[in-house]
C-alpha cells in the first residue's frame, strides 16, 4: 500500500526494481529452467506475468499467454532468480528491501512502516519539497486507466 504512493511523491529520487520471484527455486532441465514456487503452481504463473509485464508493459494478454510458455518468459524469470539469488544478504522472506543495493533489519522496518519516511531520510541530494515539511497524508486509493 506504501509504494505508489511513495513512489508518485518521490519519483525524482526514487528508482524502484520489482523482482517477482520471492522463495521459488529454479533447476535447468537441460531445455529451460523450470521454477517451484513456495505457493504452487499458481504463484509460479503470477511471477511470470508480471515479469512479463515488467519487461513489455503494453503487452497484450493473447501475448502473455505465448510469453510465459516460450524461451522469452522463461528467460526473465531465470533473469529475475539471478538477482534474488545473488542478494547480499541472501533474502529470509518478501517483500525483501534494498536501499542502495543494501539490507538491514532496521532498514525493512523502517521501509514497512513508512517507504515514505525513509526514502527522504535517506537520500543525500537536495531533498524535494515532499520531503522537506510534515509527513503528508498520502491518499490510500487511486484510479487509474
Not at 504463484?43 to 519487461?55: F, H, P, Q, T
Amino acid at each position: 500500500m506504501q509504494l505508489f504512493p511513495t513512489w508518485i511523491l518521490l519519483m525524482d529520487i526514487m528508482n524502484v526494481t520489482l523482482v517477482p520471484y520471492g522463495n521459488a527455486q529454479e533447476k535447468f532441465d537441460g531445455k529451460q529452467w523450470q521454477f517451484t514456487c513456495q505457493h504452487g503452481e499458481e504463484e509460479c504463473l503470477g511471477n511470470m506475468i508480471e515479469c512479463l509485464k515488467l519487461y513489455e508493459p503494453t503487452v497484450q494478454w493473447e501475448s502473455i499467454v505465448t510469453c510465459v510458455k516460450g524461451d522469452q518468459g522463461n528467460k526473465l524469470m531465470h533473469a529475475n532468480a539471478q538477482l534474488t539469488d545473488t542478494l547480499k544478504p541472501a533474502h529470509q522472506y518478501v517483500p525483501w528491501v534494498t536501499l542502495n543495493r543494501e539490507h538491514t533489519d532496521a532498514m525493512q522496518d523502517k521501509a514497512m512502516s513508512s517507504l515514505f519516511n525513509l526514502v527522504c531520510s535517506t537520500y543525500k541530494g537536495e531533498k524535494p519539497v515532499a520531503c522537506t515539511g510534515e509527513t503528508k497524508t498520502k491518499p490510500t486509493t487511486y484510479c487509474m486507466n
